[in-house]
């Protein structure tokens, strides 16, 4: 199903310092070419803008989205043009998405993916995934840059009016060789589950199958799915839905902290737990983001 709002924005992975030394003195970024699933702006060559995510690795800063930069062009080059300094090496005729930039810019604030830090999500399970560059620069968190369906759009606003701030596209590793995406994964004080959102075609014989097959492997891992399509969040359903969620979260004695925004609640100097990073859990967004870059940078 297509998106509100078209994606011209690409999310990308920054793996390390040297890759940020090439960023920044050569203006260029590079993505392998033979990766399973690149995104359609990445393949038809629309990306106007890349934004980059940083892991532990890059200490006070991990997991968040500092700066951006324009694209120029995207190409196929061979990896001793995407890494000018590096010694030719075996690696050196090896074909990559070769994208060039414009000097990197620094966003007003940084979006912080405070879940990742807990999780300690690799490169492969963190999605190099489009957007838009409205949400590049709006997004009070991780989980406000994703740009899903129009039905996924409307359960996530839906989900947050209500109080519920789930993770969107949380990663679940199967196997070696295959991890799956949720739509949406909240976390409960014991336990979690996952809702999907699927437009009519998930309806058709072989999709079924597809997702009783995925149903089934997300079920071995501990996440059990609540499927919803265009019919159940109509005026006349979304109660129903929104109870239905409900229940599941009290089933599972509430979400893991107030809001669910935060990872489990951490030991306080006094008796009683303090919730999460910080025991204002209820913050708005704003002061959220505020207090989540001063608990970051302390580290």
């Not at 890059?58 to 300094?85: L, M, T």
């Not at 996530?156 to 209500?162: R, T, Y």
């Not at 107030?258 to 303090?274: C, I, K, N, R, W």
Request: one cysteine or more; a positive charge; charged letters at 30%.
């Amino acid at each position: 199903m297509k998106t509100k709002h078209q994606n011209d924005t690409l999310i990308v992975y920054l793996k390390n310092p040297k890759d940020w030394k090439i960023v920044q003195q050569y203006g260029i970024y590079r993505i392998r070419s033979w990766i399973k699933h690149p995104p359609e702006i990445l393949e038809n060559r629309s990306v106007k803008t890349i934004a980059f995510y940083l892991p532990s690795i890059f200490g006070k800063k991990k997991y968040s989205i500092r700066h951006y930069a324009k694209v120029n062009k995207i190409s196929i080059a061979p990896r001793y043009e995407c890494c000018p300094d590096e010694p030719k090496n075996k690696r050196s005729m090896s074909k990559y998405y070769k994208i060039d930039i414009e000097e990197p810019q620094r966003l007003k604030e940084p979006i912080f993916h405070f879940r990742a830090a807990k999780k300690k999500l690799s490169r492969r399970e963190m999605i190099l995934f489009p957007t838009t560059s409205e949400k590049l620069h709006t997004a009070k968190e991780f989980n406000f840059l994703f740009n899903g369906s129009q039905l996924e759009e409307k359960m996530w606003n839906i989900l947050i009016a209500k109080g519920i701030y789930p993770e969107r596209e949380w990663p679940v590793k199967i196997d070696k060789n295959r991890h799956y995406y949720l739509d949406f994964a909240i976390f409960c004080r014991e336990g979690y589950f996952c809702i999907e959102i699927d437009g009519q075609h998930h309806l058709e014989k072989e999709q079924v199958m597809y997702d009783n097959d995925r149903t089934n492997h997300t079920n071995l891992k501990g996440w059990k799915t609540y499927r919803f399509y265009s019919k159940d969040l109509t005026s006349g359903t979304i109660s129903n839905t929104i109870d239905q969620v409900t229940e599941a979260i009290q089933e599972r004695y509430g979400l893991d902290t107030e809001g669910g925004l935060f990872p489990d609640a951490v030991p306080s100097l006094s008796s009683s737990p303090q919730l999460s990073m910080f025991s204002e859990a209820h913050l708005d967004f704003l002061n959220l983001r505020k207090h989540i870059k001063e608990r970051f940078e302390k580290d």
